[in-house]
Each structure stands twice: as C-alpha cells, then as structure tokens.
C-alpha cells in the first residue's frame, strides 16, 4: 500500500529557530513535492524532489531515496512562516498521496 | 510559472441550491485536473480527476450526481455541487499537472451550505 507518514503533526517554536519537518514514505517513488498551505486555504508548492538537496532562500529539501525519506528545513524560521506543511508524493505517474501536514507556529 | 485560478474564494448557499466552482490553468494548457475536498485540520482528499473532452474519474465514495465535473477545454474546468447540503460545506480545491512531475493548486473554495 502507498503511504506517506508525516512528523511532527504539530510544531511550535520561537523565532529564529532551525526547523525540521520530516517525511517518510512506503515504497519508491516519481517524485516528492513539499507543499505549504496558509490558513486562507491556499497551497504553494515549495520543492519537487526526485533526488538529492534543493534551497530556495531559508528553505531546504533534502530527500534520501534508499531510506524512503524526505526533510524539510527552515532556518532564521519567523512568525510568517507560520502554515500547514504537507508532503505529497508521487508513487509511479498516479494521483498525488499527502502526508497529514505539519501545522507550524513561530513565535515572535 | 504555471498558475490555476480558482473562483469564488468563498460562497455561501442555501440548502437545495447548486453552486458552481472553476479552475483555469492561466499560462498553460491543463489536460489533466484533479479536484479535493479538505475537512478542517486534515489533508487533501482526492474526489475526482478531470481529463480534457472526456468523463471525470471518481474516487470511490464519492457520488458523481451530486459532484457533477466538466473540463471542456484545455484551460478550464468546473465543479458544480448539485443540490447542496450542510454537510457538502467544506473547502474545495483543484490542481493540474504542469509537466512532468509539476503540480499547481488553486487558492481553494470555502463552501458554506446553509
């Protein structure tokens, strides 16, 4: 069966904190997409992983194919960052399956 | 990038009415559309996926009467919610692929069935 099992399902931390969120997965995938989700509702796709490491300003993916794995980091993390992250994979070209989310909340 | 704007953001109906919610791919050609519904504080669930000039594909449990999806074009599709009640309130909302492995979302519906 196709899972993807996501920690922690709630985060809290103070401003400027190193945040980690990670992602587990059951079988080998196309692809592993990080989505953020703020609370109006709306989803902005963060990374597409297929391998290796991505960054785009303060974030980081990093995904670990053999281990079935994917982290994503936050760093400087600040109360605007505040959001639901979720994971999505891709298993073969079929429908995306999401992790639970991870609701995070900095505090200033 | 690849955007898909979704209307309304929100809308309240009354019981027995049907409302109708679009999703256009704006700077590419979506062939492929799928629709979610989210309950508050879970994730994503898949209702259906919409292909291009031919019948949506629905999950099981989901009554395709009462969920009616048209995708008529490549930059366009509909989700009508037909006869509405209560308990259909919740947030809709779409992507499409964007090539390859590529996905964008909608900003979502927030339905409220009155």
């Known amino acids: 069966k196709n899972e993807v099992e996501q920690s922690p399902q709630n985060l809290t931390a103070q401003e400027g904190e190193f945040i980690t969120i990670n992602c587990s997965y059951s079988?080998?995938?196309?692809?592993l997409h990080w989505l953020q989700q703020h609370p109006g509702g709306g989803i902005v796709s963060l990374f597409m992983?297929?391998?290796g490491k991505k960054k785009h300003g303060r974030l980081i993916a990093t995904i670990n194919i053999q281990e079935k794995h994917s982290s994503l980091h936050i760093t400087a993390s600040h109360p605007r960052d505040s959001a639901v992250y979720i994971c999505a994979v891709l298993f073969g070209n079929e429908k995306l399956t999401f992790g639970t989310g991870t609701r995070l909340t900095i505090i200033p | 990038g690849a955007v898909v704007s979704q209307h309304p953001s929100w809308v309240i109906c009354k019981s027995g009415t049907s409302v109708k919610i679009e999703c256009r791919s704006l700077d590419f050609q979506a062939t492929t559309m799928f629709w979610y519904r989210q309950f508050p504080k879970q994730s994503l669930m898949l209702m259906a996926t919409?292909?291009?000039?031919?019948?949506?594909?629905?999950e099981q449990g989901v009554e395709k009467d009462k969920f009616l999806i048209n995708h008529a074009s490549l930059t366009l599709s509909t989700l009508t919610v037909t006869s509405a009640h209560p308990e259909d309130s919740s947030f809709y909302i779409c992507s499409a692929r964007t090539g390859g492995f590529g996905y964008t979302f909608g900003s979502g519906t927030r339905l409220t069935v009155v």
């Open positions: 919409s292909n291009e000039g031919s019948k949506a594909t629905y």
């Open positions: 992983l297929s391998s």
């Open positions: 079988v080998g995938i196309s692809a």
